[in-house]
């Protein structure tokens, strides 16, 4: 079935430092989805891609489509305390046919700190 | 405009039994899905409801069952519970005929099978 292979799992950073991390996939997708889910509470969506190159800015965060259509990264920009939480990638389940049947990648824990 | 909402938010049931989960989409939204997600399998689709009718079943026991009503809310239920069906349990909403980007998370029902 389709895998998203997100990375890194884990990273320790200093505020006001920059972040990247991506997701790769062995199959095509049609739609990138980042979301960010803080401690105790559900994902929530940050940014949506939907073209092959696209290039999507949300505040301080960036997120790319790749050119294959197999992976997408997010940048987080200037990173802040309140940026700590975990992000994931996601993308429509393609044979489904179903937009709400998302394939999650593992997802990256951002820890910020001071 | 509130959210999508979970109960109970927490609870703990013993192995063999069974559980009901209850999920209130976002007003107007007529699509339904669940998620469980697990600190070793991540998130994952369980399945979609629309109109009263399940559209898509991720790969799940069929311990594993919901149901929508005509309000739109809808339930999940898991019988015969074991120890590993310990998971954050996530409801999301979505407007008919939308794309993947318009998902809106709950905050999840905790249950602990011990």
């Known amino acids: 079935g389709q895998q998203l292979n997100q990375s890194p799992q884990s990273m320790f950073i200093q505020e006001g430092e920059d972040v990247s991390m991506n997701c790769t996939s062995s199959s095509i997708f049609n739609t990138w989805l980042w979301y960010k889910q803080d401690p105790g509470e559900g994902p929530v969506l940050l940014i949506a891609l939907y073209k092959a190159g696209e290039l999507t800015s949300n505040g301080r965060l960036t997120a790319q489509f790749g050119i294959t259509r197999k992976d997408s990264f997010l940048n987080i920009s200037a990173s802040i305390p309140s940026d700590v939480g975990i992000y994931f990638c996601?993308?429509?389940?393609?044979?489904?046919?179903?937009?709400?049947?998302?394939?999650f990648g593992s997802g990256t824990q951002l820890t910020v700190l001071p | 405009k509130a959210g999508v909402t979970q109960t109970p938010r927490y609870l703990i049931k013993t192995r063999g039994q069974q559980v009901t989960l209850s999920c209130s989409p976002i007003?107007?939204?007529?699509?339904v899905s669940w998620y469980q997600q697990t600190p070793g399998q991540g998130l994952q689709f369980l399945f979609e409801y629309f109109s009263e009718t399940q559209r898509n079943k991720g790969n799940f026991p069929g311990r594993f069952s919901g149901r929508q009503f005509s309000n739109s809310r809808s339930e999940m239920n898991v019988s015969t519970l074991e120890l590993g069906d310990s998971a954050l349990y996530l409801c999301?909403?979505?407007?008919?005929?939308?794309?993947?980007?318009?998902?809106?998370f709950g905050e999840g029902s905790w249950l602990t099978v011990v």
């Open positions: 007003s107007g939204h007529r699509s």
């Open positions: 999301a909403s979505s407007p008919e005929g939308s794309s993947g980007n318009t998902i809106y």
């Open positions: 996601a993308g429509p389940h393609v044979s489904s046919g179903s937009a709400r049947q998302l394939t």
